[in-house]
DNA sequence: TCTGGGGTCCTAGGACCC
DNA sequence: TCTGGGGTCCTAGGACCC
């Protein structure tokens, strides 16, 4: 049976979310930032139509902001966090064939479901609204690629409703003649301009192009997406996420550091994040590596970065932060205003893929007991413990000026309704 | 003045082996 | 003096995604 995918796509999910829990954000135009308030991360529709862009710094567009009387939001990951659970929560209730594809959206597989997609998915739609109160759109078809494609078309279209099902449409290519090859899933920026230069502009020029060359130009990933375009699958669902290959923790200042004990304070904080991340996981790392940098927009930029191995593959904090405190000495440049530093843990392994070390000195028992108790206690008592490493006085820890409450993880932020 | 974070996959090229 | 060919593994960098 061909696979009919449903990719569900959370409009606007970061504004959805404050909105969910701000009712006065209906209507008005509304932004949420990155960290630090730095960027643009997220628009309602009518900051959309206010010409602001995706990722733009805020500052470029702040008259803009200003004039229009836009709500500005720090974004608050705790809040968006649990919301995306409820979200594929609510869709897993549907089929158990679902792939979380990111924190908005995800792939169904409705083929076995309903002999009628469409019907299934306003289904699916008017439930995830009742539920969590977010506005979601649908699009259909038999490969990943074009249920991209039919969920723009689901979100541009005013006569859609939120829903398009293009294997029921009935002139694809029509349709597919209207999309803009930058617009295609797996089209970047780079791939666009070459594309383009060839004289292939839209996905129907793309599905109709010389695969040889493709192949050529642009390497087995552009030619999955032909053969995707054509209908032939090329990704399936991917109902089991495969396990992690690396895991990072990398943060801009929100105040630049130049003094090496405080590059070292950060980056131990780091290391403390990507070691519970890693646990959580139950994951041991053979590699670390640790990154600095200057801010890029400045003339005499700075970027370094270091790379150790540990012995013994390994999750232990302690053991992490140190390594990644040796790894700053050496990347350390005196007189540098560092913005940015960042921790990756790489070459992971599960535990039986351990390679041991017959004359390793570590406890490791030992250390598997105390990281037991400290995630125990961490997780009971929301972040009490710390390591001193991480420093008291944290000039470089992020801000959010304008961040929302924890309206479903805080019982102190709990909504009241007057 | 102010510019995010966390991932994946693919490819080319070097090191190394027989 | 003249110095092969085929394979694997690893890594850095590019491109892309949300």
Redesign the pocket.
Known sequence: MKPVFALV?CNN?YVSCERAFNPRLAGRPVVV???????I?ARSDEAKALGIA???????V?DILEKNNVHILSSNYTLYADMSDRVMQTLSAFTPEIEI?????AFLNLAALSKNPIECARRIKATVKKWTAMPVSIGIAHTKTLS?IANRIAKKSPDAGGVFDLTSAGDIDALLGTIAV?H???????????LKKAKIKTALDLKNADTYWI?KK????G??TVYELRGDVCYCLEENP????????????GE?VDDVGKLKEAAAA?AV??GE?LRQEKLFAN?I?VFVTT????KNKYFN?Q?A?FEVATNDTTELICTACLCVEKLYRKGCLF??C?V?L??LVSENQIQHNLFDAADREKSKRLMRTVDLINTRFEASLHWAAEGLKQPWQ?KFKRRSKRFTTDWSDLLEVA
């Open positions: 796509d999910f930032l990155s960290n630090n308030d730095g960027c991360v995706m990722g733009v710094p805020a500052f470029e702040a594809y990111s924190i908005d959206e991209k930058e295609i899933w797996g089209v970047g920026i780079r791939t666009a301009i070459k192949r642009f390497g087995v990933v030619l999955r495969p396990t992690k290959r690396q895991v990072a923790v990398s943060r801009s200042f630049p780091f994040r990507a991340k590699l590596s801010s890029p927009f400045i970065s790379t191995a913005k940015k960042g990756i790489h070459s992020v």
